[in-house]
């Protein structure tokens, strides 16, 4: 895998996560600042990381099955807990639309990247 392969992957993981927040953010009027964005943000910011981490995601960044899936359940459930624990809400809809836009993302940058891989294989 290319040297910028890893970093890159990982920020389109975090890049996920920003907007998450930012769009959320947006939809429900609740400001966009830097520091409301970070206060919303850092839960699943560091549920991202700790995903990267337990996974070793860095091995195979762009595979969608097992570092994908694992980096975003540990990415949303990682979050939800961490909301929880400092006294942050996290009611089931909100659960759930994190799950599935964080699922449709993460998941879905890895696929693009899969469908590009496999077809520059095929044209090389």
């Known amino acids: 895998m290319r040297s910028y392969a890893v970093p890159l992957a990982l920020l389109a993981d975090l890049v996920c996560v ?72 996290a009611p089931l809809s909100f659960a759930v639309v994190t799950s599935l836009f964080l699922a449709a993302t993460m998941l879905g940058w890895r696929l693009v990247a899969l469908l590009g891989a496999r077809r520059s294989r095929r044209t090389a």
């Not at 206060?39 to 195979?60: E, Y």
């Open 18 to 89: 920003l907007s998450f927040v930012v769009i959320g953010k947006v939809d429900h009027d609740t400001g966009t600042a830097v520091p409301a964005v970070a206060a919303t943000a850092w839960p699943f910011l560091a549920g991202a990381l700790l995903g990267w981490v337990v996974t070793l995601a860095w091995r195979s960044p762009t595979r969608v099955w097992p570092t994908g899936v694992f980096v975003w359940a540990v990415t949303v459930s990682g979050g939800m807990v961490l909301r929880l624990f400092t006294g942050e809400g």
